[in-house]
């Protein structure tokens, strides 16, 4: 999956934390947050810190990278361009 949106992380991470079975208060503890933290990552809203995002995909086990429209690592750098893509979406203003 690529993310690119706060919604598409929020996708990855409820996905991901549906198909381990596990409920929002578990998986907040593990990563040291609120469940309303956990909350808002999930429904992908823009403002959430990303500090907290990261310790729930740390939480879930979910492994973050980058990749070319191909799918496979870039070498060019090209996924500098996508990765600033997607900070600046996570730090927008709902």
């Given at each position: 999956?690529?993310?690119?949106?706060?919604?598409?992380?929020?996708?990855?991470?409820r996905n991901g934390r549906l198909e381990r079975g596990e409920t929002q208060v578990a998986v907040a503890r593990?990563?040291?947050?609120?469940?309303d933290s956990l909350i808002r990552i999930?429904?992908?809203?823009?403002r959430v810190e990303l500090g907290k995002?990261?310790?729930?995909?740390e939480?879930?086990?979910?492994?973050?990278g980058t990749t070319d429209?191909?799918?496979?690592?870039?070498?060019?750098?090209s996924?500098?361009?996508l990765l600033d893509q997607v900070f600046e979406n996570l730090t927008q203003e709902e």
């Open positions: 999956m690529i993310i690119i949106t706060p919604a598409d992380l929020g996708t990855l991470v593990r990563a040291a947050i609120s469940r999930e429904q992908g809203h823009p995002a990261l310790a729930v995909v939480a879930l086990g979910i492994t973050l429209d191909g799918g496979s690592p870039a070498a060019d750098g996924s500098d361009a």
